[in-house]
């Protein structure tokens, strides 16, 4: 399960290929269980972004799956430990938040940080959000979200807006004014 971007996408629509996957022109499954067997198959060859989807749908219980947080937490972790970005953001949410596990803010951290040093933009904010709501380093939000919002994320920029207006950010600081 490679992840596509919205050019790929668009350019497949355009075509008329969007019925089809357009790395290994396999037909989308046009059922639950057709889907879920698909994603299993490349959850078996160790494809991490599979494993994240996968997570996903125990987490939400979607696919015929019954809701099962401790199996979307495993299978996140194998597949952040494979490389998906957007697991570790995953594993962040659900340690920071405490959802179907106990809270833990440092494994939440720890996760964005992972992500957000591969480039997602979310794990990056999110991290603005903690030293901001948290820890009350408005130094290291703005330095934060400055990072996200140059990456097109509009919550960082309006979080850096909010900043000004409480006067906690000014124009000092890098890359602002």
Known sequence: ????????????????????????????PADDASE????????????????????????????????????????????????????????????????GVEENKSSSIHHWQQAAMKGHVQSRHNLGVVEHDDNGNYELAVQHWMISAKMGYEKSLNGIKEMFKEGHATKAHKGIG
């Not at 299993?40 to 997570?55: F, I, N, S, T, Y």
């Open 36 to 99: 879920l067997e698909m994603i299993q198959k490349r959850v078996h060859k160790k494809d991490a972004e599979a494993m994240k989807v996968l997570g996903d749908k125990y987490f939400s219980g979607d696919l015929g799956l019954a809701k099962d947080v401790s199996r979307a937490i495993e299978l996140w972790t194998e597949a952040a430990e494979l490389g998906s970005v957007e697991a570790h953001n995953e594993l962040g949410i659900v340690y920071y938040n405490g959802n």
């Open 1 to 28: 399960m490679k992840r596509l971007c919205n050019g790929c996408i668009l350019a497949a629509r355009q075509r008329g290929i969007l019925g089809s996957c357009p790395f290994c022109r396999t037909k989308v």
